[in-house]
């Protein structure tokens, strides 16, 4: 079918902490998938992806990992910092063409 | 800044009007992508252009249309206006080749209020 979802709609982390969003899909024949960062009245923004031949990709402060036996993606940010406050979305190509399927979302709340 | 731009960024219009949201998409992407944001549909996937012609198609209302012209900027025209239509606005834009996934960036949105 066509979904990618959220385990959990609200997250609270203390400053400094590291964070994990996940993320479960269900076309197994999903092959790219692309996290995006949410601000309060702002467009969505890439943070990072990563394609089914990885496992594990790393950014700034940011890795995402890829578990295809379960279908299921998580994002690890580090040393959460108040700026990383936000809505964040995995998403993935629907069929591997350009229409991208949103999960519903997960709202990172950091408390100083 | 993802280099993506949409005009207006907010819009305040009243019910059976019609209005157009402009975006410009980032220099050298040939692919459009229109998103509608709102509280209780999430991110929803309306249309995509590539390099002037529709690509693909979403759960686009037949009171939406929108194109994109020779520039690449696209517009997205929304007519006879319900309650139900406002929303976020999302544009975005990719050098998305065929059956190639691509990373989409997103512009700032229109913010569309209907009275």
């Known amino acids: 079918g066509e979904s990618v979802g959220l385990h959990l709609p609200t997250l609270s982390v203390q400053e400094g902490d590291n964070s994990i969003i996940n993320c479960a899909y269900s076309?197994?024949?999903?092959?790219?998938f692309i996290w995006y960062k949410q601000e309060s009245g702002k467009g969505p923004q890439f943070i990072i992806d990563?394609?089914?031949?990885?496992d594990k990709r790393q950014g700034q402060r940011v890795t995402v990992l890829l578990n295809k036996t379960v279908k299921h993606l998580s994002l690890q940010i580090a040393a959460t910092q108040p700026g990383d406050s936000a809505v964040y979305f995995c998403a993935e190509p629907f069929n591997q063409g350009g229409k991208l399927i949103f999960g519903q979302g997960t709202e990172l709340s950091v408390k100083p | 800044d993802s280099g993506v731009t949409q005009t207006p960024k907010h819009l305040i219009t009243a019910t059976g009007q019609r209005v157009t949201l402009r975006c410009s998409p980032r220099s050298g992407d040939l692919s459009v992508y229109w998103y509608q944001q709102s509280l209780d549909q999430g991110l929803q996937f309306l249309i995509q252009?590539?390099?002037?012609?529709?690509?693909a198609k979403g759960n686009i209302l037949e009171r939406f249309s929108a194109q994109q012209f020779p520039d690449l900027h696209s517009e997205l025209n929304l007519s006879s206006l319900e309650l139900g239509d406002s929303a976020l606005y999302f544009c975005?834009?990719?050098?998305?080749?065929?059956?190639?996934?691509?990373?989409?960036?997103f512009g700032p949105g229109t913010r569309l209020t209907v009275l």
């Open positions: 076309n197994s024949a999903s092959d790219y």
């Open positions: 990563i394609r089914s031949n990885m």
């Open positions: 975005a834009s990719s050098d998305r080749v065929k059956r190639s996934p691509d990373t989409q960036y």
């Open positions: 252009y590539y390099n002037g012609e529709e690509r």
